[in-house]
Nanobody, 125 residues
Framework: QLQASGGGLVQRGGSLRLSCAAS????????IGWFRQAPGKEREGVSC????????YLSDSVKGRFTISRDNAKNTVYLQMNSLKPENTAVYYC????????????????????WGQGTQVTVSS
C-alpha cells in the first residue's frame, strides 16, 4: 500500500515536497513512480526511482526542477518540486508494480493495477 501526501497550494515559483509512504511489502524490492493527472487530461508519468535508488527517471517537463529520492529505512519516496508552474497543477499519485521500469519510453502507468489516493498540488499564477 502506498500513501501520497505533501500537496497543497503554492504560488508560481514555489516549492513542495511530496512523500510516498509504503507498507505491506518489501519496499526496496520495488521501483516507485510518481504520476499526475490534471483536470480534463490523461494521467502522465512524472518520475520514477528504482528499488535501490540507483536509477531514476524524470520526464522532460520536470527535469531540472524536480528531484526524486527514497529512504528505504523509512519506506518512503520523495518528490521535491521546485520552480513550480501553474501547469504543474494536478493530483499526484505514487504507485508501484513489479513491471514498473524507470527508463524513458518504458515508464508507463499501464502496468499499474492499483491506485491509491493522490495528493492535490495547485500552483497559482
Amino acid at each position: 500500500q502506498l500513501q501520497a501526501s505533501g500537496g497543497g497550494l503554492v504560488q508560481r515559483g514555489g516549492s513542495l515536497r511530496l512523500s510516498c509512504a509504503a507498507s505491506g511489502f518489501t519496499f526496496d524490492d520495488y521501483a516507485i513512480g510518481w504520476f499526475r493527472q490534471a483536470p480534463g487530461k490523461e494521467r502522465e508519468g512524472v518520475s520514477c526511482i528504482s528499488g535501490s535508488g540507483g536509477s531514476t527517471y524524470l520526464s522532460d517537463s520536470v527535469k531540472g526542477r524536480f528531484t526524486i529520492s527514497r529512504d528505504n529505512a523509512k519506506n518512503t519516496v520523495y518528490l521535491q518540486m521546485n520552480s513550480l508552474k501553474p501547469e504543474n497543477t494536478a493530483v499526484y499519485y505514487c504507485a508501484t508494480d513489479p513491471g514498473l521500469i524507470c527508463v524513458r519510453y518504458y515508464f508507463t502507468d499501464l502496468v499499474v493495477s492499483s491506485w491509491g489516493q493522490g495528493t492535490q498540488v495547485t500552483v497559482s499564477s
